[in-house]
T-cell receptor
């Protein structure tokens, strides 16, 4: 079975602090995809990044960076110099190949990030 | 930037009533999805749709649910006889690649009273 664990329910930081959101996943598939989504207070889900299981290169996009480590089944997300606008719920998701040929996502429970001015 | 449009943004219905949630996916996308998020909880997959048929569905997607793509643009989720526990935010998403990140709509908040 597939499982995504985001152990941090809520994180509170002060603006300009760096913060890392943890994501640990479980799957028996050799091919899978990992995602991060942001859900701001307005409620929509915003795609941030996708990683496939064969690409362990870390990625940086502005203040965002992602650390994918297959050895520990983790796909952690770091925000550098956090800003108030980063306040949101962040979801990690695992996309795996289902028996019917489709890909099915499993989401973690989300981490609520609160950035105080 | 292209977006997925969902209507209505909020719907209140009485228990036992049928509701239809509507979505207009991005025009060149081929894969369509419905998800549900009960307040404060994680996002749950309901169903995926490709080539005019359901390609995958979760345990949540039981006989009271159905999906349809009645024309070239709309993608609907019907809940036949709503229950209190169907109260949730329902997200539609579409993708042009089944393994790419989906584009989500803004959601329809369904409240069953």
């Amino acid at each position: 079975a597939q499982k995504v664990t985001q152990a941090q329910t809520e994180i509170s930081v002060v603006e300009k602090e760096d913060v890392t959101l943890d994501c640990v996943y479980e799957t028996r598939d050799t091919t899978y995809y990992l995602f991060w989504y942001k859900q701001p207070p307005s409620g929509e889900l915003v795609f941030l990044i996708r990683r496939n299981s064969f690409d362990e290169q870390n990625e940086i996009s502005g203040r965002y960076s992602w650390n994918f480590q297959k050895s520990t089944s983790s796909f952690n997300f770091t925000i550098t110099a956090s800003q108030v606008v980063d306040s949101a719920v962040y979801f990690c998701a695992l996309l795996h190949h289902a028996s019917g040929g489709s890909y099915i996502p499993t989401f973690g429970r989300g981490t609520s990030l609160i950035v105080h001015p | 930037e292209p977006e997925v449009t969902q209507t209505p943004s909020h719907q209140v219905t009485q228990m036992g009533q049928e509701v239809i949630l509507r979505c207009v996916p991005i025009s060149n996308h081929l894969y369509f999805y419905w998800y549900r998020q009960i307040l404060g909880q994680k996002v749950e997959f309901l169903v995926s749709f490709y080539n005019n048929e359901i390609s995958e569905k979760s345990e949540i997607f039981d006989d009271q649910f159905s999906v349809e793509r009645p024309d070239g643009s709309n993608f609907t989720l019907k809940i036949r006889s709503t229950k209190l526990e169907d109260s949730a935010m329902y997200f539609c998403a579409s993708s042009d690649d089944r393994v790419y990140g989906y584009t989500f709509g803004s959601g329809t908040r369904l409240t069953v009273v």
